[in-house]
């Protein structure tokens, strides 16, 4: 018998009244250090913020029945936007796996001109697969790729056997005009570093103002690494035509990944680009850059700061049947 695959709901709901019971009610992710995915709202004139699985487990919704799955698709699809409510549509990321953005005409310009030249390359029998932005576009230009770009796609195809080449190109194209996209906003996180570190030389006789960067410096070194690692394993991907296109499925599959988990990070930045964007190292008196700095260490602390692992020793309470206790105090 063939198994049968349960379509997944689109669509923020719940059949427990507790939830139309709250007012004003949405989903948004806790603070940082802690990452929590909770449901805020009104109960009568009483503020209240509950974890979602303190609502699993107060009133006893398992994981496999229909709002279980429902709290873990809402809990997943907060990690794509900043709040979901009951009615909004759940981020295709979490529904299909596709993403729910799109990137800039340019971004899919130079992925179809890097796949291209990487073909017509790998036709001539010398692959190149270049990343960065001018070299790909003097090379494209000087190789006359675009001339040869039917010829090199027609053999990829009798090489691998494949039939629909443009359907795979097109779909490969938009992966990595993504990446690229994502790429564009790693560079703008190592701009801020590079602010950074300009900002240290400013103040380099100002030891209150040294100690604040170089605080801000430690962290960013960390996603500066973080995302590059990313990058480097979406480029990894995509350097070998013949199997890029001739695993399609995995390629893809492992391309959307690494993008949604870009995505996933990267978007918490908005802000801090924008507030960065302004500063000027040569001219900090233009700028209330101090300020600027420790709300970026406020930013980076709870995401980046490394901590120790400490095992904490909760004692079960003879009179909770298993619940765990800590200092008599029992959360959600």
Known sequence: MSEVRTQLPDTVGFEHNFFRMVEDAHFQMSDPADGKPMLVGNLGDQEMALSLTGIAREFKIGPDSADGQMLGLVARGLKFVCALRIGDKIPQEVITGSASWEPDPSHEEFARKRLVLQAVTWHAGDQKCVIDRDAMEALYESSG?????????????????????????????????????????YREVCRIKGKLDALRKVNASQHGAVDEIDSARRLIRIPVGQFADMLKQADAQTSDIEVLFGNFDDASAVLAELR?????????????????????????????????????????????????????????????????????????
Request: hydrophobic share 45%; net charge negative.
């Open 145 to 185: 790729a675009a001339a040869d770009e039917a010829d090199a796609f027609q053999a990829l195809a009798a090489e691998l056997g494949i039939e629909d080449i443009a359907g795979r190109l097109g779909k490969l194209v938009e992966e990595v005009a993504r990446i690229e996209a994502l790429r564009d906003r």
């Open 260 to 332: 949604n988990e870009l995505f996933c990070w990267l978007s918490a930045w908005d802000e801090v680009f924008e507030s960065w964007e302004p500063v000027d190292p040569r001219h900090p008196e233009t700028t209330n850059t101090a300020e600027r700095v420790r709300e970026l260490t406020r930013f980076l602390a709870p995401r980046y700061m490394p901590i120790d692992q400490w095992e904490l020793m909760l004692s079960k309470d003879e009179h909770a049947a298993g619940e765990l206790r800590y200092g008599g105090v029992m959360t959600w």
